[in-house]
């Protein structure tokens, strides 16, 4: 089992930044990925950025240049810096972290932007 512990959420206005952390922990050798997911109301949950072992990043089109993923190995920790915040970025966002079989979710935490 891994859990996830996400921090960081809150309100900001538009063009601010906020950072997300997620902190992993219990059997977390064996995690492939780890990566942010958010849901809006009424939507799916859709990918935001991932990041592998070796720290290579993938990005949602609608956030690429504005938010950056990064781990750190030493304290089981993904964050993401989120930069000129817009209103669409409203959402809940939850931590994930994968195994060859398994995900595993965070409680999730509520990101909103206001115009």
């Known amino acids: 089992q891994v859990q996830l512990v996400e921090s960081g959420g809150g309100l900001v206005q538009a063009g601010g930044s906020l950072r997300l952390s997620c902190a992993a922990s219990g059997s977390i050798f064996t995690i492939v990925n780890m990566g942010w997911y958010r849901q809006a109301p009424g939507n799916q949950r859709d990918l935001v950025a991932t990041i592998t072992k070796g720290e290579s990043t993938n990005y949602a089109d609608s956030v690429k240049g504005r938010f950056t993923i990064s781990r750190d190995n030493a304290k089981n920790t993904v964050y993401l810096q989120m930069n000129r915040l817009k209103p669409e970025d409203t959402a809940v966002y939850y931590c994930?972290?994968?195994?060859?079989?398994?995900?595993?979710w965070g409680q999730g935490t509520q990101v909103t932007v206001s115009s």
């Open positions: 994930n972290a994968r195994k060859v079989a398994t995900d595993y």
